[in-house]
């Protein structure tokens, strides 16, 4: 069975959209069905790049990619289709006039930074997204508690109430840890009590300054140090139509100097040692463009606490472990309270963690689910015609 995901930024561009597309196309891989990746940006085996005539925000236009698409659908059983994509609506309707099963991945909403220009590009991109939904045979999501809070979704459910919605986590296998890279990044870091992780890219949805904003607060609320608090960054410094929010960030960098190290990006086989590295892990993102955070997962099977903003989709790992706090977006104050007690709690959370050594709290991650979600009923009357 030949099976062809469309996504706009593939290997090796980081993001966890990114990572949760390549471990369900490897999942599928692995049960010996044939899948190609069409993107835009992009390469390895079985990656199709289509040429790219503009680029608009974070997205393209392109004749390549509706031709290659042409091509592409015909040739597959199945598409699949990862949202947010503002081109992969042409593959979904290619999909539905040559009668093949056509699935759509909801990882997340797209909310672009204010301007007119970024205001134009998201209504479009929201108008694609949601046409790929209806056009869809079934919809995967990760959480039934993201999909409730989803704008896009709850309109697709009140316009198509027959609407097929999967709730499936992304695989996330336990990281590894390499003791030299360890000691490598630790020496990086500096001499410190205490380190405070940020595993993400530079991008104004992640809300890294108002962890640098509690930084100064939690040192004063955690007097007898010898050392200062540093903050450690896993992650790339230059993503895509982020150079705004990166100057911010820099000027911020400034300030508090040595107390902030970025460690650049790292493999996903490597975080491992990111996570033994860290005293807790901080995800402050800001609104709904972040639908999980894959990893708060990795950190807690690592044995390593979360303190996360309290938004749909992303509490569900917090709240479903009990590993970590909640915390409201966009509050420094609440941030550093957090960060702190579980700072200073350290003990706790570590033998909480180790409970999490098979599972992820209950939440079993199985790619088996995906598997019948994309593949099943393709014998039926419907499929076969």
């Known amino acids: 069975m030949n099976i062809l995901f469309s996504i706009t930024y593939y290997r090796p561009y980081v993001s966890g959209l990114t990572l949760a597309a390549s471990r369900w196309a490897e999942a599928l891989t692995s049960r010996g069905y044939t899948v190609r990746i069409l993107c835009m940006v992009g390469n390895g085996r079985r990656v199709i790049c289509a040429k790219p005539l503009l680029r608009i925000s974070k997205g393209f236009l392109s004749w390549d990619w509706v031709v290659k698409s042409w091509r592409l659908v015909q040739k597959h059983d199945v598409v699949v289709v990862n949202l947010p994509q503002f081109e992969g609506v042409i593959p979904a309707v290619f999909a539905k006039l040559f009668g093949k099963r056509l699935i759509s991945i909801y990882h997340c909403e797209v909310e672009l930074p204010e301007g007119f220009i970024n205001s134009v590009v998201q209504s479009f991109l929201e108008i694609s997204n949601f046409a790929t939904l209806l056009l869809s045979d079934r919809v995967v999501t990760?959480?039934?508690?993201?999909?409730?809070?989803?704008?896009?979704?709850?309109?697709?459910?009140?316009?198509?109430?027959?609407?097929?919605?999967?709730?499936?986590?992304?695989?996330?296998?336990?990281?590894?840890?390499?003791?030299?890279?360890?000691?490598?990044?630790?020496?990086?870091v500096g001499k410190t009590d205490y380190v405070v992780g940020i595993a993400a890219r530079l991008a104004a949805e992640k809300g890294i300054e108002y962890v640098f904003e509690a930084l100064p607060q939690i040192q004063r609320q955690i007097p007898n140090t010898k050392y200062q608090i540093k903050i450690a960054i896993a992650g790339p410094t230059e993503p895509v139509g982020e150079e705004a929010y990166k100057r911010k960030i820099m000027r911020l960098v400034q300030k508090l100097r040595s107390r902030v190290v970025f460690l650049g990006e790292m493999k996903p086989e490597d975080m491992g040692s990111f996570y033994r590295l860290i005293d807790v892990l901080v995800l402050p993102s800001v609104n709904s463009t972040e639908a999980f955070g894959m990893v708060q997962i990795e950190?807690?099977?690592?044995?390593?606490?979360?303190?996360?903003?309290?938004?749909?989709?992303?509490?569900?790992?917090?709240?479903?472990?009990?590993?970590?706090?909640?915390?409201?977006?966009?509050?420094?104050?609440?941030?550093?309270?957090?960060?702190?007690?579980?700072?200073?709690?350290?003990?706790?959370?570590?033998?909480?963690?180790?409970?999490?050594?098979?599972?992820?709290?209950?939440?079993?991650?199985?790619?088996?689910?995906?598997?019948?979600?994309?593949?099943?009923?393709?014998?039926?009357?419907?499929?076969?015609?």
């Open 142 to 188: 990760y959480t039934r508690d993201y999909a409730n809070s989803s704008r896009v979704l709850k309109s697709l459910k009140v316009l198509k109430k027959k609407t097929e919605i999967a709730y499936i986590i992304p695989p996330i296998p336990k990281p590894r840890e390499n003791k030299a890279l360890t000691k490598k990044l630790a020496k990086r």
């Open 299 to 385: 950190a807690m099977r690592c044995g390593v606490p979360v303190v996360a903003s309290n938004l749909p989709g992303m509490r569900v790992p917090v709240q479903q472990t009990g590993m970590g706090l909640l915390v409201p977006p966009k509050d420094s104050m609440k941030l550093a309270q957090s960060i702190t007690s579980v700072l200073t709690n350290r003990d706790r959370w570590r033998s909480l963690g180790r409970t999490l050594e098979d599972h992820h709290g209950g939440m079993i991650v199985d790619s088996k689910r995906f598997i019948r979600a994309v593949v099943d009923d393709l014998n039926s009357p419907k499929h076969r015609s």
